[in-house]
Antibody, heavy 118, light 111 residues
Framework: QVQLVQSGAEVKKPGASVKVSCKASGYTFTSYGISWVRQAPGQGLEWMGWISAYNGNTNYAQKLQGRVTMTTDTSTSTAYMELRSLRSDDTAVYYC???????????WGQGTMVTVSS | QSALTQPASVSGSPGQSITISCTGTSSDVGGYNYVSWYQQHPGKAPKLMIYDVSKRPSGVSNRFSGSKSGNTASLTISGLQAEDEADYYCSSYTSSSTYWVFGGGTKLTVL
C-alpha cells in the first residue's frame, strides 16, 4: 500500500541540527512532491516547505529560510528534512506528506517527535 | 497567528449537521480552488478529507462535503457520529512566497 514511513524520535540540544527521513513505498516516488509540516505541542499545523521528487526543486516557508534544507534520494525513494540551529520552539512533531495536487496532501507519514532541550 | 481563520471550536449532537468555516483572502482561498480539509485525532497524523474545495478522496464518507464562497471555504459534516470528534484543519494554496497555508484548527465535539 501507499505509505510514508518516518525515522524515529530525536532529542537535540539548542544550536544542534536534526535530519528526519521519510521513506516512500507503494507508488512512483518521482511522480509526486513531498511537503513537510510540523506541529508544536498543543498547536496547529505549520507548513515548512516542499520539494519536487522529480527534479529536486524546493520552496521553503519564509520563517525557516536559511535554517532548513529538504532533499531527496530517488535511489531509495526517501525524502529528508534537515533543520539547523535548533531552538526550543522547534520542539514539535514533524510530518512528511505527499502532495496530491496543488491543493492537497493525501498521504502522511506517522510523524517524528523532535525535542529541543538543554 | 494562522493565515486562515477558523473557529476554535464547534459542537453538535449525533445525527446533526455542523459546518466549519475557513476564511482567507483573495491571495489564497478566494483566488484558487485548492482548498483542502484534514481531520486529526489525538496523537495521530492528519487525514485528508476534502481536496480541491469539494472533492472527496476514495474511502472518505459522503457525510463530509466542502464548498467555497468568495474568500471563505466551508466543511460540512452531516449525520454526526461519535468518531467524527477530532480537530479539523483547512489549508489553501497561496500566491505568496509560501505555497500553502493552514488554518488554526477547529475542535469538533460530538455531544
Amino acid at each position: 500500500q501507499v505509505q510514508l514511513v518516518q525515522s524515529g524520535a530525536e532529542v537535540k540540544k539548542p544550536g544542534a541540527s536534526v535530519k528526519v527521513s521519510c521513506k516512500a513505498s507503494g507508488y512512483t516516488f518521482t511522480s509526486y512532491g513531498i511537503s513537510w509540516v510540523r506541529q508544536a505541542p498543543g498547536q496547529g499545523l505549520e507548513w515548512m516547505g516542499w520539494i519536487s521528487a522529480y527534479n529536486g526543486n524546493t520552496n521553503y516557508a519564509q520563517k525557516l529560510q536559511g535554517r532548513v534544507t529538504m532533499t531527496t534520494d530517488t535511489s531509495t525513494s526517501t525524502a529528508y528534512m534537515e533543520l539547523r540551529s535548533l531552538r526550543s520552539d522547534d520542539t514539535a512533531v514533524y510530518y512528511c506528506a505527499r502532495v496530491l495536487t496543488m491543493g492537497a496532501f493525501d498521504i502522511w507519514g506517522q510523524g517524528t517527535m523532535v525535542t529541543v532541550s538543554s | 497567528q494562522s493565515a486562515l481563520t477558523q473557529p476554535a471550536s464547534v459542537s453538535g449532537s449525533p445525527g446533526q449537521s455542523i459546518t466549519i468555516s475557513c476564511t482567507g483572502t483573495s491571495s489564497d482561498v478566494g483566488g484558487y480552488n485548492y482548498v483542502s480539509w484534514y481531520q486529526q485525532h489525538p496523537g495521530k497524523a492528519p487525514k485528508l478529507m476534502i481536496y480541491d474545495v469539494s472533492k472527496r478522496p476514495s474511502g472518505v464518507s459522503n457525510r463530509f462535503s466542502g464548498s467555497k464562497s468568495g474568500n471563505t471555504a466551508s466543511l460540512t459534516i452531516s449525520g454526526l457520529q461519535a468518531e467524527d470528534e477530532a480537530d479539523y484543519y483547512c489549508s489553501s494554496y497561496t500566491s505568496s512566497s509560501t505555497y500553502w497555508v493552514f488554518g488554526g484548527g477547529t475542535k469538533l465535539t460530538v455531544l
